[in-house]
């Protein structure tokens, strides 16, 4: 039988489905595209794929505006495609991990449009959030509370007078989980897409689905500070949320082995546990490195802050440095020093990309980074294109780019795009071997570099680091704990595991003698058999 630890130490890499391989030549990637590149997966030494939504959507948010759960994207395949998917996967030990997203469906779900057309307080309209207007014949939101997506209010009105809440675009309404009938039909959709054999959820914007709406609402001067730490807040990290996962939890549990959960939670490091509890979700994702500059301190502080959480709670621990909704990491560590990228609750800020960055130091940091981040206990989470080195694309042109919160900026911040341009498999060629016609977003020539093809033939390429690296954690990794090295050397971090295996940092700027033992992989080349700056080494 399978092991039901297996997701404890995972590493999953995180595939957005429209940008990964396109198999019918429509400039969209899709799930058979998927399946033709299983070698590669495989080759990775990777232990789960999370697939982003592949469900009907018109895609106002990438997917996550889904309208229909339990079905697959025409554009993108079949329910038959996606049992062959889940098939080829397993037979290369590969475990499945698909996207629910359960705050929000989209305005074209059967359920929004029946209840566009039912009367105002109808059971059609309880499954979403609809309210009367405020001011004279309700022609202002209910209240002033802005979307999530960068601004604009988070109300939108309908042809009778009514408004209905969505904290993200308009057409992402968000659902009422006071609803048993909404309640029911996601444990619906957890046992449709366990019975074909998915392995695991990654649960979208977990902590916002308990919302206290009693009247009268708040306006937003006299909500409870954002940073609230004691789930007062009427819209998110609300102790409630966790029945609605006591539930799943029980689902998922009638599994074997048990299907796993990871939140995407947005809140205080100190309720982060509750949402990794074994009778909720079982883990959550920490967003603290992709935050964190390249810089020993924050990395090392970020480290000790989330061991120690995750021990308290007996969770296992999740990293991330890159995702579909941040700016690559290999591009924010070449931003110089003052000017630093910060995603600001995960999402790239457009003017940030000015001044370019430093190509060259950015993908050494990232390298070293990706090293020291795999030899940490926990789940890694890699972002597709990240085990070439790739850069954030910044040069989308305005009209090509399709992020809502380009548009709801009016162009102020550049969105996410920038992470989501398909990726290059081939050196050149019609879009770069991603399909056999174009890309949805353009693709840089600068790709040709950071091409598979390229990057297979180069023994020090970033491709065969996270593959040797892969494979190396593989057989070390051992134990959820670790303990720290003191040295002299400043801007150094030096830790070792429970089995003696030993990862060096160095962010520094001079070369840094190495302790003893056997150096098994560095992230760029030694120096006179020192660890030369922006760099990590593992030794046994
Ligand atoms: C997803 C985003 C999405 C948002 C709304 C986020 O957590 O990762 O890509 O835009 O939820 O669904």
Redesign the pocket.
Known sequence: MADPDWWRQAVVYEIYVRSFADSNADGVGDINGITSRISYLASLGIDAVWLSPFYPSALA??G?DVDDYRNVDPKLGTLADFDVLIAALHAVNIKLVVDI?P??SSNRHRWFLEALTSPKGSPARDRYIFREGAGEEGSRPPTDWESLFSGGPSWTRVPDGQWYLHL?APE?PDLNWNSREVRDDFLKTLRFWSDRGVDGFRV??AHCLAKDLTEPLLNKAELPDSDARDGSHPLWDRDEVHEIYAEWRKVLNEYHPPRTAVA?AVVHSSRRARYASPDGLGQVFNFDLLNADFDAVQFKDTIIANLAEAKAAGASLTWVLS???SIRHATRYGMPDDRSVKNMG?RPLGAGMTPRPDVERGVRRARAATLLMLALPGSAYLYQGEELGLHQVADIPDEARQDPIFFRTAGAEKG?DGCRVPIPWTADGLSFGFGNNGAHLPQPAWFTAYSVQTEENELTSTLHLYRRALDLRHRLQAGEDLEWVASDVQRLLHFVRPNGWQSVTNFGSELVTLPDGAVVITSSPLIDGKLPPDSTAWIT
Request: negative net charge; hydrophobic residues 20%; glycine residues 12%.
């Open positions: 948010d990438g996550y997203v705050n929000h993200f992402q979208d914007v995407e995702s579909h909704d995960g996410r």
